[in-house]
């Protein structure tokens, strides 16, 4: 069983930024995707950004040039830098690691870390 933990959300000015993590219990090189999602009230759940099993990143358009996301393997964490942030960019953030198995997959998630954002 995986665990995902996330920290370092919290409330910023617009045009601030904040440095998310996600620490998992287990070897993350064992994820075949790792991935920060988000969710602002009334809205489904969204893809920020991720790397695919080939250690591609990709990012939803409306982050592009100002969020980026990395990941240290030696502990087993997970990052994703937010700059110049937007009060649109208010939401919970979830880091999700997907781990492919003959026939099916195992997706887990954290329990998500509000992020804030005033104008």
């Known amino acids: 069983q995986v665990q995902l933990v996330e920290s370092g959300g919290g409330l910023v000015q617009a045009g601030g930024s904040l440095r998310l993590s996600c620490v998992a219990s287990?070897?993350?090189?064992?994820?075949?995707?790792m991935g920060w999602y988000r969710q602002a009230p009334g809205k489904q759940r969204e893809l920020v950004a991720a790397f695919t099993s080939g250690g591609v990143t990709n990012y939803v358009d409306s982050v592009k040039g100002r969020f980026t996301i990395s990941r240290d393997t030696a502990k087993n964490t997970m990052y994703l830098q937010m700059n110049s942030l937007k009060p649109e960019d208010t939401a919970v953030y979830y880091c999700?690691?997907?781990?492919?198995?003959?026939?099916?997959?195992?997706?887990?998630w954290g329990q998500g870390t509000q992020v804030t954002v005033s104008s």
């Open positions: 287990g070897s993350i090189f064992s994820f075949d995707a």
């Open positions: 999700r690691a997907v781990v492919a198995v003959v026939g099916g997959k195992y997706d887990y």
